[in-house]
């Protein structure tokens, strides 16, 4: 939102809560073996969030919802 590249209908903690309520969504925290495993992902993908989502979707066998073709790369099962 800061860069002008999301616009969302509501404040930021609002949206993500009615999202997470809407779709039944279970939140991860960001725990020490998920950083661990992102620093130790091979340097395929240079966006450390993107790192956390993939090693956390590795580590808890999760599918990831998103356009980024980079993910698949990774071994993690991906739905666009």
């Given amino acids: 939102m800061a860069k ?34 992102a620093a130790q992902l091979p340097p395929i993908h240079d966006d450390p969030g993107d790192r956390f989502i993939i090693a956390a979707a590795k580590l808890h066998d999760l599918t990831v919802v998103t356009t980024d073709e980079e993910f698949e790369k990774y071994g993690v099962t991906v739905i666009c």
């Fill in 4 to 37: 002008g590249k999301l616009k969302l209908p509501r404040p930021p903690q609002e949206w993500f809560e009615k999202v997470v309520e809407h779709h039944g969504l279970a939140v991860l925290p960001l725990e020490l073996n998920v950083c661990l495993a």
